[in-house]
């Protein structure tokens, strides 16, 4: 599952490319759900066709993570920059396996050296991808552990963080 804004920024393109290059390692093609919506979608579309992957991909309007979660067995983030992004953090929390690529603040949530973080280059997510969905249990075993992202990234945390930020600025 891709999930997020159809522009290159975010790496659709790069998890289309990964698609078609993954099926043959894998022994099969891959099929894939790709939620969002932006003005290069139809650019996405073209790709998707001019590989021959137009039986093997679904586009779908933006809905809730929570819905999309629902669509796939692994979760790709295949951006070339980001700063903090709350899909990933969503993804581990709702107990989803992902590979991410490892720019802006995604090296932070994951250990260092974490398998799931790839550069963002369709060949290393193609070999990626095939080894996740390979043997997916193991491969989810490679997630960050659930009470230390709660420790770092809950809701509560984030916002204490945030206001004695606020304080700090205001003391200043």
Same mark, same amino acid.
């Given at each position: /599952?891709? #999930?997020?804004?159809? !522009?290159?920024?975010?790496? @659709?393109? *790069?998890?289309?490319?990964? &698609? $078609?290059?993954?099926? +043959? ?48 067995? /692994?979760? #790709?983030?295949?951006? !070339?920059?980001?700063?903090? @992004?709350? *899909?990933?953090?969503?993804? &581990? $929390?709702?107990?989803? +396996? ?75």
């Amino acid at each position: /599952l891709y #999930i997020g804004m159809m !522009r290159d920024l975010k790496g @659709p393109d *790069i998890f289309i490319d990964a &698609l $078609a290059l993954a099926g +043959p390692r894998f022994g099969r093609a891959l099929t894939a759900v790709m939620v969002g919506d932006g003005d290069d979608l139809p650019r996405y579309h073209g790709q998707v066709k001019r590989l021959g992957l137009e039986r093997h991909v679904r586009f779908l309007p933006p809905m809730p993570a929570r819905e999309a979660f629902a669509l796939a067995a /692994l979760i #790709i983030v295949p951006s !070339r920059a980001e700063a903090m @992004p709350y *899909i990933v953090l969503e993804t &581990l $929390a709702a107990g989803k +396996p992902m590979i991410a690529t490892a720019v802006g603040g995604i090296p932070e949530i994951f250990d260092t050296g974490s398998p799931a973080l790839i550069r963002p280059d369709p060949i290393e997510l193609a070999e990626r991808m095939s080894q996740a969905l390979a043997d997916p249990a193991a491969y989810r075993d490679l997630m960050p552990d659930e009470a230390d992202l709660k420790a770092r990234f809950g809701a509560d945390v984030m916002a204490a963080d945030i206001e004695n930020a606020y304080f700090a600025a205001l003391d200043r």
